[in-house]
């Protein structure tokens, strides 16, 4: 007996010795995490791309096992507890209150808008009156963003933008098409309001953040004292950069939470352990519709191991939550700094190496690519390269009426026409490149309106790029009908 009690000793500590000569190893779900290899690659990712900060934390069971800050937020090091606005991620929650009231019998997810919100219209009163709460919940009620092309003050009430829509049409009938919108989750902001009798940040504050222990999260941005200062970029560089908060979209996309928060989040949503909703609710919220999206969450039922996912991003943040119920697991991410290009690269080399990181123990080619830095700084050297081009013009400009005076007419015409083509050319290419991004979303007007404070390098590329050939030609234009007389 005694030698069996020594061999059980001596396996036990075999079994633990691999933890002791690398703590940075844990097991999860039979998937061992390699943080060392984590820190590696997201600082890796940094450099990479010129990211100030990164947020991350990842779960398993009821635990956080990792939380980490990396970087700076302003002059403090970035933590999982430093506040973010999180973007799109808000819809989750708002999808959430939804469903707490359907379980309390105050709302129905097939119900039309009108039942609680009576005012609501668009400019079609048939469709007005069918699109229901599951409409707006699933993103197909038939209304987009392309069809807006009115930007709002970023004081303008919930109520009065959403009573704006009544000269909106839809951009595809009710029901039957996945358009992203926005602002149909701003409306059932005003639904929660309605139906609930309270302030939508009170009641998102009282049946959602405190009983999922998010107590530094809030549905009132403009109380959150302790908000991080975001960053935009330009050039490649990034410059710190406090973005207006539109009051009329929060309950779309202006949610303050944490790495830390967003955790208890996660463990709760993978473990479907929501406050106040029950199993059958729960069930509907993480059904997937069209375009595989639930209720504020993506559900990619493709994917060999089953993930529930959303991104959400403002001008100057971006959050990636990730969680795969099969492997229980999940992992969150906060980041500084949101462009067009970061979406489409950085953001997803981050992401995807660390999902193939954590499930895989290995990065493969996910994080390979460009860098956005680069990107940018050749975005700068290009635009330096007009600004040298356009003084050489006009400085050449001086004598243009002296030369023209013997040219054939045919000169004169190809000159002044390329004036406006070349900077047409610019603005087609760098517009449809846009449009390809936002696909069926593209609004030329509210695309305009979004560039000077969400790309600031893209919107002064347009600018360079078009505004002085476009005035030369203008210039030339009106010289060469004094050199007509």
Known sequence: ????????????????????????????????????????FILEQMDKHGLPGVALTIVSGDQILYSKGYGIEGNRPMTTSTQMLIGSQSKSFTALAIAQLVEQGKLEFNAPVQRYLPWFRISDEVASSQITINHLL??????????????????????????????????????KTFQYFNYGYDILSLVIEAVSGMNYADYLNIHLFQPLQMSRSTADPYSAADL?????????????????????????????????DMANYAIAVKNQTLPGVGKLNTQLMFTPGQANYGMGWWIDRAASTKRISHGGANRTFRTDVNIYPQRDLAFMLLVYIVSLIDHCISMAQLRNGLENLILENSVGKAASGWSVRWIGWGIGIFVLGLLI?????????????????????????????????????????????????????????TSLAYLPTGNPDIFILLLVGSLPDYAQGIIKLIWSLGLSK
């Open 1 to 40: 007996m005694m030698i069996k009690k020594i061999f059980g000793i001596i396996a036990f500590f075999l079994l633990l010795f691999p933890m002791f000569i690398n703590p940075t190893l844990v097991q999860a779900d039979n998937q061992t995490l390699d943080f060392e290899a984590i820190d590696a």
């Open 138 to 175: 699933h993103h197909t009620s038939g209304l987009s963003e392309a069809g807006i092309s009115r930007v709002f003050p970023a004081d303008t009430p919930t109520e009065e933008m959403v009573r704006a829509l009544r000269d909106v049409s839809l951009t595809a009938p009710v029901g």
């Open 228 to 260: 991080a200062t975001g960053y935009t970029r330009v050039f490649g560089f990034p410059v710190p950069w406090r973005e207006s908060i539109p009051r009329y979209e929060i309950g779309a996309g202006f949610i303050v939470s944490t790495a830390e």
């Open 389 to 445: 081009l356009h003084t050489h013009n006009f400085l050449a400009l001086r004598g243009w009426r002296v030369r023209m005076k013997t040219a054939p007419r045919r000169k004169i015409i190809q000159d002044i026409a390329i004036s406006f083509l070349i900077p047409t050319a610019i603005l087609v290419v760098v517009l449809s490149q846009i449009a390809r991004f936002y696909d069926y979303r593209f609004n030329l007007i």
